[in-house]
C-alpha cells in the first residue's frame, strides 16, 4: 500500500513562511491535494492537483510536488492559519490515501 | 447552496450494525462520485470507501480495514448516500464523513460529520 509521510508538526511566527512537507515514492508523478482542518471542523480543501487553489482559498497558500515530496507552503503566516494539514493522493493499489497530517502552531 | 449533511451516529455495542445516511443538496446528486472518510478521536484522516455514479457503473471500492464489513448505497432519488456498517469492532470508533468531488477531482465538498462510538 501506498504511504505518504507528514511532519507531526510544524511551528511559524506570524507573517513568516511556513512549509509543511509530504514524502511518497514518486510522489511527484501523483496529483497531490491539501487539507485544512480546525478542531471541531470538516475539512476544507485548501490546494488541489499540486498547486491549484479552489475559489475562496487566499493567494498565499501554495503547493510543489517534485520527486518524493510534496509541500503546502502557506506565506505571510496568520494566527487563523492555525489547524491540521493533511496531504492526500490518489493510488491505483491503495485507492484514496491520506498523509498522517501536520500541526501547524502558530507561535 | 451546496450541503451534504450526516446522521445516524451513536453508540454501539460491539458486533452490532448501524446505518449512517448523508443527504445531499445544490448539485446534481445522481452525478457524483461519492466517498465516506473518518477520524477515529485525536487521529487523522482515513479513507473508508467510494461509489460511483450509475452512469458511471454505480460501483463501490472499500478500504482494506472495512471491506465485508461496511457497504456503502445510494438512492439517488433521495439524494441520499448511505454505509451500512455491520460487525462493528472499538477501532471503527470515529466521526464519520461523507464527501465529493464536486468540481476538482478532490474532496471539495465535505458534510459537518457524525460521532460513531462503538463501546460495550
Known amino acids: 500500500s501506498y504511504v505518504l509521510t507528514q511532519p507531526p508538526s510544524v511551528s511559524v511566527a506570524p507573517g513568516k513562511t511556513a512549509r509543511i512537507t509530504c514524502g511518497g515514492n514518486n510522489i511527484g508523478s501523483k496529483s497531490v491535494h491539501w487539507y485544512q482542518q480546525k478542531p471541531g471542523q470538516a475539512p476544507v480543501l485548501v490546494i488541489y492537483?499540486?498547486?491549484d487553489r479552489p475559489s475562496g482559498i487566499p493567494e498565499r497558500f501554495s503547493g510543489s510536488n517534485s520527486g518524493n515530496t510534496a509541500t503546502l507552503t502557506i506565506s505571510r503566516v496568520e494566527a487563523g492559519d492555525e489547524a491540521d494539514y493533511y496531504c492526500?493522493?490518489?493510488?491505483?493499489?491503495?485507492?484514496?490515501?491520506f498523509g498522517g497530517g501536520t500541526k501547524l502552531t502558530v507561535l | 447552496e451546496v450541503q451534504l449533511v450526516e446522521s445516524g451516529g451513536g453508540l454501539v455495542k460491539p458486533g452490532g450494525s448501524l446505518r449512517l445516511s448523508c443527504a445531499a443538496s445544490?448539485?446534481?446528486?445522481?452525478?457524483?462520485?461519492m466517498s465516506w472518510v473518518r477520524q477515529a478521536p485525536g487521529k487523522g484522516l482515513e479513507w473508508v470507501g467510494r461509489?460511483?455514479?450509475?452512469?458511471?457503473?454505480?460501483?463501490?471500492d472499500y478500504a482494506a480495514p472495512v471491506k465485508g464489513r461496511f457497504t456503502i448505497s445510494r438512492d439517488d432519488s433521495k439524494n441520499t448516500l448511505y454505509l451500512q456498517m455491520n460487525s462493528l469492532k472499538t477501532e471503527d470508533t470515529a466521526v464519520y464523513y461523507c464527501?465529493?468531488?464536486?468540481?476538482?477531482?478532490?474532496?471539495?465538498?465535505w458534510g459537518q460529520g457524525t460521532m460513531v462510538t462503538v463501546s460495550s
Open positions: 461509489i460511483k455514479s450509475k452512469t458511471d457503473g454505480g460501483t463501490t
Open positions: 445544490g448539485f446534481t446528486f445522481s452525478n457524483a462520485w
Open positions: 464527501t465529493t468531488e464536486l468540481t476538482t477531482h478532490a474532496f471539495d465538498i
Open positions: 492537483y499540486d498547486s
Open positions: 492526500q493522493v490518489w493510488d491505483s493499489s491503495s485507492d484514496w490515501v
